[in-house]
Antibody, heavy 122, light 110 residues
Framework: EVQLVESGGGLVQPGGSLRLSCVASGFTFSSHWMHWVRQAPGKGLEWVAKIKQDGSDKDYVDSVKGRFTISRDDANNSLYLQMNNLRVEDTAVYYCARGSRSPGGSSYFDVWGRGTLVTVSS | QTVVTQEPSFSVSPGGTVTLTCGLGSASVSTGHYPSWYQQTPGQAPRTLIYSTNIRSSGVPDRFSGSILGNKAALTITGAQADDECDYYC??????????FGGGTKLTVL
């Protein structure tokens, strides 16, 4: 079964750090772009970060640039999100999502984890 | 910052047809933006419905269809059912391969 399982969420004070993990199973992890997507309470989905198959290309939404770092460990089928200098507005459920490409070249998310909740509060 | 627009809410009668849209303000959405659509029930992870404008993801019933209508991407639900009542999000890919979510549409079936 293709599966993504996130962990590492919790309560942290503003300015603190947290590292999220996502373990993949049931597919060749190293063959896919991987993404983090978040959802603040009662709000919509927001793309946060992506990383290429070999880790050579990464990108972030402007609001987290310089604070968050995405990485991967293909040997352990794992995706990470290091979050530093956290702000109250980073409070959200963070989803790990697999990126895929259609035969025509279209990119999209095709597998989602169940998410892990990050709460930034004093 | 690119803004992808969706109707905040929509209502459809059971058995009816509804079309949700995904726009880019004054610019036109094209297949080159790789429009995709996701369904989310409160408290659950998103589910992929449509990708590459009009390709249904595995297991998605054929009453869900995607298209380009005018200058927007569109998701049409034909024969709406009670369990279609949830949130729908579109995603467009911008020039450098960055995905941007729309604000989501809350669909009510009543």
């Amino acid at each position: 079964e293709v599966q993504l399982v996130e962990s590492g969420g919790g309560l942290v004070q503003p300015g603190g750090s947290l590292r999220l993990s996502c373990v993949a199973s049931g597919f060749t992890f190293s063959s896919h772009w991987m993404h983090w997507v978040r959802q603040a309470p009662g709000k919509g989905l927001e793309w946060v970060a992506k990383i290429k198959q070999d880790g050579s290309d990464k990108d972030y939404v402007d609001s987290v640039k310089g604070r968050f770092t995405i990485s991967r460990d293909d040997a352990n089928n794992s995706l990470y999100l290091q979050m530093n200098n956290l702000r109250v507005e980073d409070t959200a459920v963070y989803y790990c999502a697999r990126g895929s490409r259609s035969p025509g070249g279209s990119s999209y998310f095709d597998v989602w984890g169940r998410g892990t909740l990050v709460t930034v509060s004093s | 910052q690119t803004v992808v627009t969706q109707e905040p809410s929509f209502s459809v009668s059971p058995g009816g047809t509804v079309t949700l849209t995904c726009g880019l303000g004054s610019a036109s959405v094209s297949t080159g933006h790789y429009p995709s659509w996701y369904q989310q029930t409160p408290g659950q992870a998103p589910r992929t419905l449509i990708y590459s404008t009009n390709i249904r993801s595995s297991g998605v019933p054929d009453r869900f269809s995607g298209s380009i209508l005018g200058n927007k991407a569109a998701l049409t639900i034909t024969g709406a059912q009670a369990d279609d009542e949830c949130d729908y999000y579109c995603v467009l890919y911008m020039g450098v391969g960055t995905p941007v979510f729309g604000g989501g549409t809350k669909l009510t079936v009543l």
